[in-house]
T-cell receptor, first 112, second 110 residues
């Protein structure tokens, strides 16, 4: 049982490049979400999903796309990276109606 | 979600109890109080949650005032490994997003 796995752990992009941050969980959780954390700040919600085929926007969705084709995976896509997207990204999951959210170790992204 | 107010930082001597306060004066009747912590930029970790009653688990105790407008997280015997940012969050239970503030940075000192 690996929990929530995020890949890659580190990534450097050039402005305008695209990439996908991967998030996978093996706990059969329906609810998954993506956060970003800037230095000295709390986490801010980007997108979330309450189940396969269902996604919704969070507080800071601009510049990011998500899809949820399976229960296990919730990838986050940056279509055209900008320096303002330099941040640490965390993925989280929980079971339906669950009180506890489990977080991954994070992906540290730098956009030059 | 209701807003919470936490002190930006606190110190605690190793082995002593750490008492972390949180104000949530606009909390609704169906909102729970949650505590998470984040150790050195790792992913946040769930600690405890409660609705009305005081709660205790292997990590901490949660004391909620009778009017539910504030709460205190208690780490009974703080260790150096408890140094972290602690987030107090109020939220309706279930599949709703966690809204993080800036939290309290707890430094446990030897």
């Amino acid at each position: 049982n690996a929990g929530v796995t995020q890949t890659p752990k580190f990534q450097v992009l050039k402005t305008g490049q695209s990439m996908t941050l991967q998030c996978a969980q093996d706990m059969n959780h329906e609810y998954m979400s993506w956060y970003r954390q800037d230095p000295g700040m709390g986490l801010r919600l980007i997108h979330y999903s309450v189940g396969a085929g269902i996604t919704d926007q969070g507080e800071v969705p601009n510049g990011y796309n998500v899809s949820r084709s399976t229960t296990e995976d919730f990838p986050l896509r940056l279509l055209s990276a900008a320096p303002s997207q330099t941040s640490v990204y965390f993925c989280a999951s929980s079971k339906t109606g669950g009180f506890i959210q489990y977080f991954g170790a994070g992906t540290r992204l730098s956009v030059l | 979600d209701a807003k919470t107010t936490q002190p930006p930082s606190m110190d605690c001597a190793e082995g002593r109890a750490a008492n972390l306060p949180c104000n949530h004066s606009t909390i609704s009747g169906n909102e729970y109080v949650y505590w998470y912590r984040q150790i050195h930029s790792q992913g946040p970790q769930y600690i405890i949650h409660g609705l009305k009653n005081n709660e205790t688990n292997e990590m901490a105790s949660l004391i909620i005032t009778e009017d539910r407008k504030s709460s205190t997280l208690i780490l009974p015997h703080a260790t150096l490994r408890d140094t972290a940012v602690y987030y107090c969050i109020v939220r309706v239970g279930g599949n709703t997003p966690l809204v993080f503030g800036k939290g309290t940075r707890l430094s446990v000192i030897a």
